[in-house]
């Protein structure tokens, strides 16, 4: 399945200044789409920073996704900082040129800022945009806004389509010692469900959530059945 990192780029959110409204979309997306998120990181608006961890990430993962830092002004690094990461330089791409001089003004210096792009990168036109997504790799490279985030990825989600994950889970009121053992078995019976229990202590009785998640339907379903046989459970559902 394809994988997939997450780079959060922005004082304002390490700083709390802004909380993050990216990171959260993204897990859930990519979940729908069935990518594998592996990796999501916030950092600061330093070009050695990002450029680090860019070039770490487009080598681990199939695909990575920035957000922030594509703007006109001071703090905005993160072209540069890919043009660093993959040793390209930055150039005015003219295309991106044009679209800034088409919005009834001359730019100014720092406008132009928008259109410097790493030599060697794509425009995306994807869905009914009038400013593409600037892709450099196997990095989309999303503004930080988060209307303009989501609106950019709705237009180009087709292309990171994969196999959904299936979730199903269960509730016990059973404590986590309890059912290690037999959490543990059933990881080894069937390797390729992802099994987790997560305790929920604001309830009373405290309760414990187990949930299995797969690709493969058939295996899924064995594991619940035998989970459900050696677990007393609350409520047992399908879950996203």
């Known amino acids: ?48 920073t990002i450029a680090a ?5 487009s080598v681990a993962f199939d695909h990575v996704f920035t957000s922030g830092g594509v703007g ?33 003004r001359a730019p100014n ?46 237009a180009v989600a087709h292309r990171f389509a994969g196999v959904p994950v299936t979730c199903r889970r269960l509730v016990t009121e059973l404590g986590e010692p309890d059912i290690a053992e037999v959490l543990t078995q059933a990881s080894e019976r069937w390797p390729s469900v992802a099994i987790g229990s997560y305790p929920r202590f604001e309830v009373t009785p405290h309760t414990v959530i187990v949930t299995m998640e797969g690709r493969d339907d058939a295996s899924l379903l064995a594991c619940e059945a035998w989970l459900l046989e050696r677990i007393p459970t609350v409520v047992s559902a399908a879950s996203a």
């Not at 961890?53 to 990430?57: F, L, Q, T």
């Not at 005015?92 to 044009?98: D, E, G, I, Q, S």
């Open 109 to 154: 210096l720092a406008a132009y800022r928008m259109a410097e792009v790493p030599v060697g990168a794509e425009l995306w036109w994807d869905g009914n945009v009038v400013y593409p997504l600037v892709v450099m790799r196997n990095v989309a490279i999303f503004p930080g806004v988060p209307s303009l985030f989501r609106m950019k990825f709705e």
């Open 53 to 57: 961890e860019v070039r770490s990430a």
């Open 72 to 104: 006109p002004t001071h703090d905005d690094l993160t072209f540069p900082a890919i043009s660093a990461a993959f040793d390209r330089p930055l150039e005015r791409h003219p295309v991106l040129a044009r679209l800034l001089e088409s919005r009834g």
């Open 1 to 48: 399945m394809p994988s997939a990192a997450v780079i959060i780029i922005g004082n304002e959110i390490l700083s709390g200044k802004f909380a993050d409204e990216n990171g959260p979309y993204l897990i859930r997306r990519l979940r729908e789409l069935g990518v594998d998120l592996g990796r999501i990181v916030v950092l600061p608006d330093v070009i050695e």
